[in-house]
């Protein structure tokens, strides 16, 4: 099938490669129709890897996507041809000790979509687990879909931060992860988002979004703005959505006493940094 593959740094090619996939009783086929572009998969192309995650053979970029289903196996029962669908591009092993304890996504093992060496779906087709797809509503477009995987990722931090009705949090970086974990912390019940960047126009946007507090930190200082906004007592929670280490080195000066949670929302940098991250 035609692909978008990453042969390796900085080459790219819309080419045929190989892809058999064999559809198992619990599977679907999807027929791909719209995939996001992630920082990720942007990374390996200008890095050739992330981390421990090193591009070793061609690879095909990709894994947040939404299509139609093609073709199901013989026990699917909740899904058919021609369901529009989602899917959560990381794939566990059922029966590692972090899916029994309900944390798959931890799971060492898990198979991910364009994380070397697992292809991605910049492709026509995949064969996925019926138990990993979701359906849309008929009102969800297919590029909405393929948003769901990055607003999992902000409906996950804002879970894990403990949200209490009227909390104040800052969100630091207003790219597409800043941007659906202050969503998702408005809509867990965030009475004020305190938003930073060193890049106007993005904070702009950011701010049309709900009661979400615009501040540029190339110009302002953030202590300064939370201050003000919160009698000098600081925030709740802090976001960490920049992966920039100077944001990240400073989550903690803007808080107020006692704050319960300081949640990161980066998984990769280049350098080591002195906190766990909260995924
Ligand atoms: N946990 C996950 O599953 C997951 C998924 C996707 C991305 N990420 C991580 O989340 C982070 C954000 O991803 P993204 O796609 O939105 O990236 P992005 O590069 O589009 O956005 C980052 C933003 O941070 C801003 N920034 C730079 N320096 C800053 C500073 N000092 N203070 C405040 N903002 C600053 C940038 O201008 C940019 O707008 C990255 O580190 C990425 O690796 C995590
Ligand atoms: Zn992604």
């Known amino acids: 099938m035609e692909a978008l593959v990453l042969e390796k740094k900085d080459v790219l090619n819309l080419r045929n490669i190989e892809l058999p996939e064999i559809l198992g009783p619990h599977d679907v086929r999807i027929a791909i129709r719209t995939v996001g572009i992630c920082g990720?998969?942007?990374?390996?192309?200008?890095?050739?890897?992330?981390?421990?995650?090193?591009?070793?053979?061609?690879?095909?970029?990709?894994?947040?996507a939404a299509g139609v289903i093609v073709e199901t196996g013989s026990e699917v029962a909740n899904l058919k041809v021609g369901d529009r669908v989602c899917m959560e591009p990381g794939i566990p092993d059922p029966n590692s000790r972090a899916t029994q304890l309900g944390i798959y996504n931890l799971d060492p093992a898990v198979r991910f979509w364009a994380t070397p060496p697992i292809h991605g779906v910049l492709r026509p087709t995949v064969v996925h687990p019926a138990a990993f797809t979701f359906k849309l509503p008929d009102n969800v477009s297919m590029a909405e879909g393929a948003m769901v995987e990055?607003?999992?990722?902000?409906?996950?931090?804002?879970?894990?931060?403990?949200?209490?009705?009227?909390?104040?949090?800052?969100?630091?970086?207003?790219?597409?992860?800043?941007m659906v974990t202050a969503l998702a912390a408005l809509a867990g019940g965030c009475s004020q988002i305190i938003m930073t960047d060193v890049q106007q126009p993005k904070l702009d946007l950011a701010a049309t979004l709900g009661p979400i507090t615009p501040v540029n930190v190339a110009k302002e200082s953030l202590k300064g703005v939370v201050d003000q906004l919160t009698d000098g007592w600081g925030a709740d929670i802090v976001f960490e959505c920049s992966g920039n280490e100077k944001a990240a080195a400073s989550v903690f000066e803007p808080l107020c006493p006692a704050a319960p949670s300081s949640t990161s929302a980066f998984r990769y940098t280049q350098s080591p940094m002195k906190y766990r991250p909260a995924w």
């Open 40 to 64: 990720s998969d942007v990374h390996y192309y200008t890095h050739g890897a992330i981390g421990q995650f090193i591009v070793r053979e061609p690879m095909v970029l990709g894994h947040e």
């Open 150 to 178: 990055p607003v999992a990722v902000g409906m996950h931090a804002a879970t894990k931060a403990k949200i209490k009705p009227g909390d104040v949090a800052i969100v630091s970086g207003a790219g597409p992860i800043g």
